[in-house]
């Protein structure tokens, strides 16, 4: 197995450690690393209900151990900054990452906090360079869904906005993806997290930031989501849970060089006010946007491929979805969302009126809808909300 290196600018952890146990081999990755002292960044609920707790508690009894839980749901700056603090004052060799997006999100951003003598704030919010590397993390997910484990951006609230800072240093330095530690994911949970791991596949795929890198990762995730997502919701398996906890990794190490695009950029208020979970917020747009997509034209093409390129992506991806036009596209992951337990539209989730539609569309981050490949006007985005009329 590759040794391990300093974390640069490259497109995915140096060393994945993928399948079924595989958290048993942390105490080799630990030896390996020469990691005498850990900071064990967990969600308490999920390192016990997922069983990691019983498979590390052995591997890092004779180790120098620290735990850090002070974090919420979603990651605040301020207990960022308390964790960089204890950090600062007895840095670990380590910092072992275990839970969902939140746990690895905050071990992400404890790692470069911990070592730039800057005002954590002000590197979250990018004001302060990060020029020093990090601690190393090792994220080992607990869910499959975020891909966190793969990617160099994190997500964090400041005063109660949503910050996303990027930075290489930000990549964990390995990952152990071990499928059976999502076993115990009720279905609730299952499709929230598979749906973002779908959304995020698809999206990437379109996305302009998508490289043929990008595209062979999203591809891949695509059609394990699609294969195995549904039973993974309703009657899980061995192989369905391999094949999400895989895909969801996948479409990590897609968006970690694509980005996200629309249906990501429109969640966040759909999360915020109507309490969507983020896989479904995101995949209640997904569908309507996939139509819209593809009826881009060179006038309002983003890409600097242009529009016959988009529409090539978009071809392929109808091919995944085994589908012959959008609309097709559109019913079929309609289907999907309602197998599953999701809410098929914004409507369903809780957006009844224009005035609400107006509301969500005026907060969406028009910057990020730069990586779409298709410009989107106000009159779109509210189109996407209704999930009606743009066939
Ligand atoms: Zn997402």
């Known amino acids: 197995m590759a040794t391990l290196k300093p974390t640069t600018a490259i497109s995915r952890p140096t060393e994945v450690l993928f399948g079924e146990?595989?958290?048993?081999?942390?105490?080799?990755?630990?030896?390996?690393?020469?990691?005498?002292?850990?900071?064990?960044?967990?969600?308490?609920?999920?390192?016990?209900?997922?069983?990691a707790s019983r498979v590390l508690e052995p591997i890092l009894a004779d180790r120098d151990v620290r735990l850090f839980t002070e974090f919420s749901p979603n990651p605040k700056d301020t207990e960022i900054a308390a964790g960089a603090a204890l950090l600062v004052r007895r840095p670990p060799d380590v910092l072992l990452a275990v839970g969902g997006g939140s746990a690895l999100d905050t071990a992400k951003l404890l790692?470069?906090?911990?070592?730039?003598?800057?005002?954590?704030?002000?590197?979250?919010?990018?004001?302060?360079?990060?020029?020093?590397?990090?601690?190393?993390?090792?994220?080992?997910?607990?869910?499959?869904?975020?891909?966190?484990e793969a990617t160099h951006f994190a997500v964090v609230y400041v005063d109660g906005v949503k910050c996303s800072p990027a930075h290489p240093s930000l990549l964990p330095a390995a990952a152990i993806v071990d499928p059976k530690l999502t076993w115990s994911m009720p279905p609730p949970l299952t499709a929230s997290s598979g749906l973002d791991a779908l959304c995020q596949a698809v999206e990437s795929f379109w996305a302009v930031g998508a490289t043929a890198e990008s595209q062979?990762?999203?591809?891949?995730?695509?059609?394990?989501?699609?294969?195995?997502?549904?039973?993974?919701?309703?009657?899980?398996?061995?192989?369905?849970?391999?094949?999400?906890?895989?895909a969801a990794h996948l479409a990590g190490r897609a968006i970690n060089i694509s980005k996200t695009t629309a249906s990501h950029a429109i969640s966040y208020a759909l999360t915020s006010k109507y309490g969507l979970p983020h896989g479904m917020a995101v995949a209640v747009t997904l569908g309507p946007l996939l139509v819209l997509n593809s009826q881009v034209g060179e006038h309002d093409c983003v890409d600097p491929r242009g529009a016959t390129h988009v529409r090539a992506a978009l071809d392929e991806l109808l091919r995944l979805f085994d589908c012959r036009t959008p609309s097709e596209a559109r019913e079929r992951i309609t289907r999907l969302l309602q197998a599953v337990g999701c809410p098929t539209s914004p409507s369903e989730g809780g957006v009844r009126s224009a005035e609400e539609r107006q509301e969500i569309t005026s907060s969406v981050n028009v910057e990020r809808l730069g990586n779409n490949p298709r410009r989107l006007n106000t009159q779109m985005i509210e189109s996407l909300l209704e999930n009606a009329g743009i066939d």
Do not use: F
């Open 21 to 51: 146990g595989r958290i048993a081999s942390t105490g080799e990755l630990l030896d390996r690393l020469d990691a005498r002292s850990v900071v064990l960044v967990a969600d308490p609920a999920a390192y016990e209900q997922s069983g």
């Open 111 to 148: 790692s470069v906090c911990a070592t730039q003598k800057r005002d954590p704030r002000e590197v979250i919010l990018g004001t302060a360079a990060i020029d020093r590397p990090g601690l190393r993390v090792i994220a080992v997910p607990t869910t499959a869904g975020t891909g966190a």
């Open 216 to 246: 062979e990762y999203a591809r891949e995730a695509l059609r394990l989501a699609l294969e195995h997502l549904e039973p993974a919701v309703n009657h899980p398996s061995p192989a369905s849970r391999a094949g999400m906890a895989w």
